[in-house]
């Protein structure tokens, strides 16, 4: 009987793949076709890492991508303050693009912080959640300790992270995003730098003035870093990435490749 059974199935089984067989054959069922392989595959592989750098004052993580290990480093970061967040999604788009396109990391490394003040992001407020300015935390010569700069220098976690990130990647140059001041300001040996930035986007190259205890101040009057302030306006926080890039991608781009040109 249990023979009978396992026939029985057996002739079940065979009847149906007769019938797809046939099917086939007749062209009902198109059968898998796996792709083709054209062309060479790509010949440069690329380290892309996630890394936490810190946490913040509300112990959200303060991420780090790292694109690339060669020995030429830029770092690009945004929303150090937290109202001037238009940075943010451009600095996303910004690597997406560079992992679409190795080559333009050959000898190359490119540390991507998109968000460095992450509570202050989240409460829509330029300071972080302890009410200090981020952006006047450092060591500088300049700098000048209150409630609103930090009681010290460096007496904020955030400030810290980024000061990490400087001491261990040590970039040839730094461009931090922000809002609304509609130009390229730079400081330490920058001028070049912003100068070649603003052949790719509408921003005017102005000299802000170096502030307290900046990190304009720290990396680029203390440690000599090429440091540019991207400053975008204040309507850049309603366009979308696509928009954002359109605008502004270029112009990170040849911070990145200076002191070459971007193609
Ligand atoms: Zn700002």
């Known amino acids: 009987m249990k023979v009978f059974e396992l026939n029985k199935k057996w002739v079940k089984i065979s009847t149906v793949c007769v019938l797809f067989g046939v099917m086939v054959l007749a062209g009902c069922v198109e059968p ?87 509570d202050g992001m989240v409460y829509g407020t330029r300071y972080n959640a302890k009410g200090v300015d981020l952006n006047r935390n450092f060591e500088a010569a300049n700098r000048v300790n209150s409630k609103e700069t930090g009681l010290t220098s460096l007496s904020e976690p955030e400030a810290r992270a980024i000061r990490q990130v400087i001491v261990q990647y040590k970039p040839d140059r730094i461009v931090s995003i922000h809002q609304p001041l509609n130009c390229i300001d730079y400081d330490g040996p920058a001028q070049m730098l912003a100068d070649r930035m603003g052949q790719y986007c509408a921003l005017p190259v102005k000299k802000v003035g170096a502030m307290p205890g900046s990190l304009g101040s720290y990396a680029g009057v203390t440690l000599g870093i090429p440091i540019v302030t991207f400053e975008m306006t204040q309507a850049d926080s309603k366009l979308d990435s696509a928009t954002l890039w359109q605008k502004y991608g270029r112009a990170l781009l040849a911070a990145i490749v200076y002191p070459d040109m971007v193609r």
């Open 32 to 118: 898998v076709r796996y792709p083709e392989i054209v062309g060479e595959l790509p010949s440069i592989v690329f380290p892309a890492q996630y890394r936490i750098v810190g946490a913040s004052v509300q112990n959200r993580p303060i991420m780090c991508l790292i694109l690339g290990d060669g020995s030429n480093v830029s770092l690009i970061m945004s929303t150090i303050h937290g109202n001037e967040a238009a940075g943010t999604p451009l600095v996303r788009r910004l690597a997406s693009y560079l992992r679409e396109r190795p080559e333009m990391l050959v000898g190359r490394k490119v540390v991507l912080m998109a968000v460095a003040n992450p």
